[in-house]
Nanobody, 121 residues
Framework: QVQLVESGGGLVQGGGSLKLSCAASGSVFSIDAMGWYRQAPEKERELVAT???????NYASSVKGRFTISRDNAKNTMYLQMNNLKPEDTAVYYC???????????????WGQGTQVTVSS
């Protein structure tokens, strides 16, 4: 069983910063890619940023220049440093991982439970 657990969400004023973490645990053989998605009330879940095992990074245009994604492969942990936060960044942030739980298995999609980020104006 693979678990992804987020931490670091909270309430912050506009212009402030937060750092999210996502730790993968359990039966983790390898992680091909990890990423952050978010879902605001009454909106669809959207991609925020992704990072591959080799370090290739992709950002949504709305967060480029403000958010930084990184990962520690040795710790199976991913981070999202969020700077200059805006009220429109308010959402539940979900950790995603493309994880192989054992050798010789196809990777599958795994999700964390989500962490709330609220940015006040």
């Amino acid at each position: 069983q693979v678990q992804l657990v987020e931490s670091g969400g909270g309430l912050v004023q506009g212009g402030g910063s937060l750092k999210l973490s996502c730790a993968a645990s359990g039966s983790v053989f390898s992680i091909d890619a990890m990423g952050w998605y978010r879902q605001a009330p009454e909106k669809e879940r959207e991609l925020v940023a992704t990072i591959t095992a080799g370090g290739r990074i992709n950002y949504a245009s709305s967060v480029k220049g403000r958010f930084t994604i990184s990962r520690d492969n040795a710790k199976n942990t991913m981070y999202l440093q969020m700077n200059n936060l805006k009220p429109e960044d308010t959402a539940v942030y979900y950790c995603w991982g493309l994880v192989s739980p054992a050798a010789m298995t196809f990777p599958g999609d795994y999700w964390g439970q989500g962490t709330q980020v609220t940015v006040s104006s």
